[in-house]
T-cell receptor, first 111, second 114 residues
Framework: GENVEQHPSTLSVQEGDSAVIKCTYS??????FPWYKQELGKGPQLIID?????GEKKDQRIAVTLNKTAKHFSLHITETQPEDSAVYFC??????????FGAGTRLTVKP | SAVISQKPSRDICQRGTSLTIQCQVD?????MFWYRQQPGQSLTLIAT?????????ESGFVIDKFPISRPNLTFSTLTVSNMSPEDSSIYLC???????????FGSGTQLSVL
């Protein structure tokens, strides 16, 4: 089955700096890669996703890149703000009810 | 996106008892799922709640321990039976599109078992 690895487990940045979280996946059949943000006491919220036919996708300050050959994808957050502080999860799926999540990255943005 | 209401938001339970968690969605959805998130950990799929039929459980999860109901396309319940401290986790209801993509999550139920 799919195995998703996520790094780093914790990340601390200064407000205004960029943050990058990286994930690798094992199943070459995976074709859908979402990112979730989980704030304390809340459920995960979908913030951006990408399909395997696209190499990059951007939405305001967040972007995701995908390298199918290397089987890795990354989340980039620019101009970080304190409200970006949360736990971020990557995930991968083949589209057959088999979504698998990474272990999570705790991002802290220091004002 | 769907609005998902989950109850209770948290509970403290005694060992050996059972707790039923409810999940209500504001629109009809095909796919509903139950996840467990152990303290500081990632999300693990417990089962897919199938409307009108028995739930489909993932490896390591059984119906006797986690019975699930899904009487219609907007509602599901998860029961955590005969609880032990190891069941202390956040339990999350989720809905998604075909193939379980674009998952949306409820706010979760924080369960503590003493």
């Amino acid at each position: 089955g799919e195995n998703v690895e996520q790094h780093p487990s914790t990340l601390s940045v200064q407000e205004g700096d960029s943050a990058v979280i990286k994930c690798t996946y094992s199943d070459s059949a995976s074709n859908y890669f979402p990112w979730y943000k989980q704030e304390l006491g809340k459920g995960p919220q979908l913030i951006i996703d990408i399909r395997s036919n696209v190499g990059e996708k951007k939405d305001q300050r967040i972007a995701v890149t995908l390298n199918k050959t290397a089987k890795h994808f990354s989340l980039h957050i620019t101009e970080t703000q304190p409200e970006d502080s949360a736990v971020y999860f990557c995930a991968a799926s083949t589209g057959n009810n088999d979504m698998r999540f990474g272990a999570g990255t705790r991002l802290t943005v220091k004002p | 996106s769907a609005v998902i209401s989950q109850k209770p938001s948290r509970d403290i339970c005694q060992r050996g008892t059972s707790l039923t968690i409810q999940c209500q969605v504001d629109s009809q959805v095909t796919m509903m799922f139950w996840y467990r998130q152990q303290p500081g950990q990632s999300l693990t799929l417990i089962a897919t709640a199938n409307q009108g039929s028995e739930a489909t459980y993932e490896s390591g999860f059984v119906i006797d321990k986690f019975p699930i109901s899904r009487p219609n396309l907007t509602f599901s319940t998860l029961t955590v039976s005969n609880m032990s401290p190891e069941d202390s986790s956040i339990y999350l209801c989720s809905v998604g599109g075909q193939g379980a993509e674009k998952l949306f999550f409820g706010s979760g139920t924080q369960l503590s078992v003493l």
